[in-house]
Nanobody, 121 residues
Framework: VQLQASGGGLVQAGGSLRLSCTAS??????MGWFRQAPGKEREFVAA????????WYADSLKGRFTISRDNNKNTMYLEMNSLKPEDTAVYYC?????????????????WGQGTLVTVSS
């Protein structure tokens, strides 16, 4: 199983970015996005199920970030709008067979390499 995250980059505050995460090999029902800012712990961003498309979001990000998936492409997306400097972080996608509580990073077994998002003020 491999997860390939992409789409990060440098953007000005107020701008938008769309991250992608493509899964190769087998997939599991829940996939999630997490982020880790410099000097901070990794935090939950959003998660989605492949089947029903159920979604979860960190409360602080609702309304600005949207998670989606394309089952045909085995790809999950994170649309990020109205970006703020505090959104600067490495964004990781993750998945695994044990995920029952999508906001908990310890339940994910497989992680992508991360993609850096930098938001300038």
């Amino acid at each position: 199983v491999q997860l390939q995250a992409s789409g990060g980059g440098l953007v000005q505050a107020g701008g938008s970015l769309r991250l992608s995460c493509t899964a190769s090999g087998r997939t599991w029902n829940v996939m999630g996005w997490f982020r880790q800012a410099p000097g901070k712990e990794r935090e939950f961003v959003a998660a989605i199920t492949w089947g029903a498309g159920s979604t979860w979001y960190a409360d602080s990000l609702k309304g600005r970030f949207t998670i989606s998936r394309d089952n045909n492409k085995n790809t999950m997306y994170l649309e990020m709008n109205s970006l703020k400097p505090e959104d600067t972080a490495v964004y990781y996608c993750a998945s695994g067979p044990r995920v029952a509580r999508p906001s908990l990073d310890g339940e994910y077994d497989y992680w992508g390499q991360g993609t850096l998002v930098t938001v300038s003020s």
